[in-house]
Nanobody
Framework: QVQLVESGGGLVQAGGSLRLSCAASGRTFSDYAMGWFRRTPGKEREFVARISWSGGGTYYADSVKGRFTISRDNAKNTVYLQMHSLKSEDTAVYYC?????????????????WGQGTQVTVSS
């Protein structure tokens, strides 16, 4: 198993930036493809970004493309989500997720491990 802990959330003004981190422990981090998802009250968990075990294969939801960047540092067992030009509609709880596969995925059901989430609030 792998354990995931997100950090870096907070309150930011519209147009600002935040960097989320997700620290993994328990198994070989490079065995896992990683993803970021978010959820707002009353909505399903929404895909944000994904990255392969090697750092390639990045892919983004249209709503964040050009503003968010996913990256990983396998030496530090950490995946990041750099967020720029934040909008009020980016307000959500952000979750990182792990999938023990070389195949990346964009749906929540394809990920077996989840962090507890970190709140991002963008004020307009």
């Amino acid at each position: 198993q792998v354990q995931l802990v997100e950090s870096g959330g907070g309150l930011v003004q519209a147009g600002g930036s935040l960097r989320l981190s997700c620290a993994a422990s328990g198994r070989t981090f490079s065995d896992y493809a990683m993803g970021w998802f978010r959820r707002t009250p009353g909505k399903e968990r929404e895909f944000v970004a994904r990255i392969s075990w090697s750092g390639g294969g990045t892919y983004y939801a249209d709503s964040v493309k050009g503003r968010f960047t996913i990256s990983r540092d396998n030496a530090k067992n950490t995946v990041y989500l750099q967020m720029h030009s934040l909008k009020s509609e980016d307000t959500a709880v952000y979750y990182c997720a792990a999938r023990r596969s070389i195949v990346v995925a964009t749906t929540a059901r394809d990920y077996g491990y989840w962090g507890q989430g970190t709140q991002v609030t963008v004020s307009s």
